[in-house]
């Protein structure tokens, strides 16, 4: 059987310069996991291929017997289109992922089967049941500790130069946030660590001295990160992941342990400065008195603090901006992201601004965390739109740019580099996302 696995990743909204897309599609900085999981699983009597559109062009005209699309809301209408023209071709779809998950009954209009979550076990019962001609509408989510698939390595490579390796410790998240599609769908908040071991032979195995942990986050369970530091040591790799401002503000231990295990960077979903804000935002384990702190152990630890900041909320107001450039300023974070709050379908947010009839965008190509798909409460949409742009346009301002090199400089060559590395990729996102605003 000749299988199709895709991975949208959407490049095509903005116009990129020569160099610009060259530097773009040249490097996978953030490798997909996604679809080279179920390559690595699939049975050795079929043939798989790995599609990514940040690489080549799709040729529809290719034969194949069956098609799995993996898609987040942003890329629903692109994912919708390809699963059209292979339908047309008798072809069978698999849809998957996010939205998919969150709005079943919608994506099954383009597809024959919709694959809940993560799918590996539901993956192979589908290839057997789709070979029986007894393939499913729904292949509903599993629990992942009852999975207990020993995912193998796999040599499916995508086209580009690979900076960075993947893998996932953990899986799930039980603190469900408001705004979070992933933990809010079916099974997304169940947490399930894999043996140490088996992570660690996974790690031995990847080629890259870099690698990127897509855990939602590794402080969920000190003790096991712990142990898995431990045991990371004598590999001699680099990484960053992702982990609760808590437990880097409270946990040293963990946070020496990161750094002697290899880690160059941690990113924490700060969202807001706000106490109130986190509050409604349902994020337990965020308390701003302990911000500073838990950049402070890091940076103290020689390793970057990449944060997250999410702007929309209903207690923010137009002084929000303002207001958050200061505090991160005195925190001293070494990367930030900013974002418009986004009401993903089968998040509790996404529900309540439905009820309150306050969502005033119905193209899901939208739903990209750059613009503005409802109507906030303490400001109109082109006010949050522009307050996110001037939250880009003053961190990333050239001044502040030099100073946050010259800081990092002290924080050893890998840090150094991820910082001097992701402010130029962040910087030519920030200006296209300027130029269409």
Request: proline share 5%; with cysteine; charged share 25%.
């Amino acid at each position: 059987m000749n299988i199709l696995i895709i991975e949208n990743i959407n490049l095509k909204k903005y116009k990129y310069s020569l160099l610009e897309k060259t530097l773009l599609t040249s490097f996978s900085i953030l490798p997909t996991i996604y679809p080279r999981r179920l390559a690595a699983i699939t049975p050795k009597e079929h043939m798989v291929h790995v599609f990514n559109d940040r690489y080549e062009e799709l040729k529809i005209n290719k034969k194949y017997d069956l098609i799995n699309i993996h898609f987040n809301t942003a890329s629903t209408k692109k994912a919708y289109e390809i699963a059209d023209k292979f339908r047309e071709k008798k072809v069978k779809v698999i849809l998957s992922g996010l939205h998919a998950s969150a709005l079943p009954d919608e994506s099954l209009k383009h597809a024959d089967s919709i694959l809940f979550g993560r799918g590996e076990l539901n993956w192979l019962t589908l290839l057997t049941d789709f070979k029986n001609n007894k393939l499913k509408k729904f292949y509903p989510p599993e629990d992942y500790k009852k999975t207990k698939i020993t995912i193998p390595p796999t040599n499916i490579k995508l086209p580009g130069f690979q900076i960075t390796g993947a893998i996932e410790a953990t899986r799930g998240c039980p603190y469900q946030c408001t705004f979070c599609p992933e933990t809010n769908t079916p099974n997304g908040n169940k947490y399930y660590s894999r043996p140490i071991k088996e992570v660690i032979n996974e790690i031995k195995k990847i080629p890259q001295k870099t690698i990127i942990f897509y855990d939602n986050s590794l402080t969920i369970k000190p003790d096991y990160t712990k142990q898995l530091f431990k045991e990371m040591k004598k590999l001699r790799k680099k990484f960053f992941c992702n982990g609760n401002v808590d437990t880097l503000a409270n946990d040293i231990e963990l946070v020496e342990l990161s750094k002697q295990a290899g880690c160059i960077a941690w990113l924490i979903g700060f969202e807001s400065v706000s106490q109130e804000t986190i509050k409604q935002a349902g994020k337990k384990t965020n308390k701003i008195e302990i911000y500073e702190k838990a950049v402070k152990n890091i940076h103290k630890n020689k390793m970057a603090v990449i944060g997250d900041f999410m702007f929309g909320f209903d207690n923010d107001t137009k002084e929000v901006f303002d207001i958050t450039i200061e505090a991160i300023k005195k925190m001293k974070i070494d990367i930030a992201d900013f974002s418009i709050l986004t009401p993903f379908p089968g998040t509790p947010v996404f529900n309540a601004l439905k009820k309150e009839k306050r969502i005033i965008e119905n193209d899901w190509s939208k739903y990209n965390m750059y613009d503005v798909v409802f109507q906030p409460k303490n400001m109109n949409p082109d006010e949050l739109r522009s307050g996110v742009k001037k939250m880009y346009n003053t961190f990333y301002s050239n001044n502040n740019t030099i100073k946050r090199i010259f800081r990092s400089f002290k924080l050893g060559f890998y840090p150094f580099f991820l910082v001097v590395f992701r402010n130029m990729l962040t910087n030519i996102g920030s200006k296209k996302f300027k130029k269409n605003q």
